[in-house]
């Protein structure tokens, strides 16, 4: 059973480009979640999406966008970077069900991205 | 709102002696808490977690930790350190909505090192 996949896991880009990082959830799961994690830092929530839809966003700005496919998977893209958006990008998966609290989060190695 | 407070930013201990991290947090409704653990160059693993069941938890490799609502705090706690507990810990705070799970809280995280 694999578990949560980002790709790729590392990227180097520079100041104005666009990037977008992509996740793949635990087989199962149909929630996927966007955390920051700058150096030194704990992870910060970007947002979340559940059936292809933005569900909850932190405050983060309309650079910061995602979508999510039928099958779950999730793409995270950032238009016009800044130095500060070097960071680890990681993605948590879970599951979503009516009446039942499953709230855990599973998460994915992370993709290193370098802006210059 | 919510927010989580590490009380310490490294924790130094032998290898045998006890490991105490200690965490405080702060909610408006009653809260589901975690502990995950991040390995360099490695992803988010979650320790244990806590969601208004029994006040003590225990997780992963011996470690265990005491909601105490009086006192908001969560700590972490493990009889005795071995070499590979040496990681970086993170206290979490998460809620549920519509029976998901929200965005995650994070601490910034405490640095245990193990000395030899």
């Known amino acids: 059973d694999a578990g949560v996949t980002q790709s790729p896991t590392h990227l180097i880009k520079t100041r104005g480009q666009q990037v977008t990082l992509r996740c793949s959830p635990k087989s199962g799961h149909d929630t996927v979640s966007w955390y920051q994690q700058a150096l030194g830092q704990g992870p910060q929530f970007i947002f979340q999406y559940y059936e292809e839809e933005e569900r909850q966003r932190g405050n983060f700005p309309d650079r910061f966008s995602g979508h999510q496919f039928p099958n779950y998977s999730s793409e995270l893209n950032v238009n016009a970077l800044l130095l500060g958006d070097s960071a680890l990008y990681l993605c948590?998966?879970?599951?979503?069900?009516?009446?039942?609290?499953?709230?855990?989060?599973?998460f994915g190695a992370g993709t290193r991205l370098s802006v210059l | 709102a919510q927010s989580v407070t590490q009380l310490d930013s490294h924790v130094s201990v032998s290898e045998g002696t006890p490991v105490l991290l200690r965490c405080n947090y702060s909610s408006s409704y009653s809260p589901s808490l975690f502990w995950y653990v991040q390995h360099p160059n490695k992803g988010l693993q979650l320790l244990l977690k806590y969601t208004s069941a029994a006040t003590l938890v225990k997780g992963i490799n011996g470690f265990e930790a005491e909601f105490k609502k009086s006192e908001t705090s969560f700590h972490l706690t493990k009889p005795s350190a071995h070499m590979s507990d040496a990681a970086e810990y993170f206290c979490?705070?998460?809620?549920?909505?519509?029976?998901?799970?929200?965005?995650?809280?994070f601490g910034k995280g405490t640095h245990l090192i193990i000395q030899p």
């Open positions: 948590a998966s879970s599951l979503r069900m009516t009446g039942i609290a499953k709230n855990i989060q599973y």
């Open positions: 979490v705070v998460g809620y549920t909505s519509g029976g998901g799970a929200d965005g995650l809280t």
